[in-house]
């Protein structure tokens, strides 16, 4: 027989952690909207090709060096991820 268990945790970060997580949540935001036009103007565009092009936005727009890289590129996941689905339902 298999349980699951399940544990609820509340966390209260300070004030530097909160805007270190609104920094995060903008900038992806940011990329992602980016990233969104330029597929939208060229649908032949790759998740590969948008995330050669993240150092390019890096450098037009300095303050996204101050967050994790990671979640830029996984919001450039996240938005290939969402064109495939909605293709996959089209077809």
């Known amino acids: 027989m298999l ?6 945790f509340r966390l209260y970060p300070n004030n530097l952690q ?8 903008g900038c992806t935001r940011l990329v992602y ?11 032949y565009l790759s998740r590969f090709d948008m995330n ?3 150092p390019l936005l890096k450098e037009e727009y300095p ?15 996240d938005l290939e991820n969402g064109f495939n689905r909605y293709y996959k ?3």
């Open 52 to 54: 050669k092009l993240l």
């Open 3 to 8: 349980i699951n268990k399940a544990y609820k």
């Open 33 to 43: 909207n980016h990233m969104l036009a330029l597929k939208k103007e060229n649908n």
């Open 18 to 25: 909160i805007t270190i997580i609104n920094k995060t949540i």
């Open 89 to 91: 339902k089209l077809g």
């Open 63 to 77: 303050f996204l060096n101050e967050v994790d890289s990671c979640s830029l590129s996984c919001s450039i996941f």
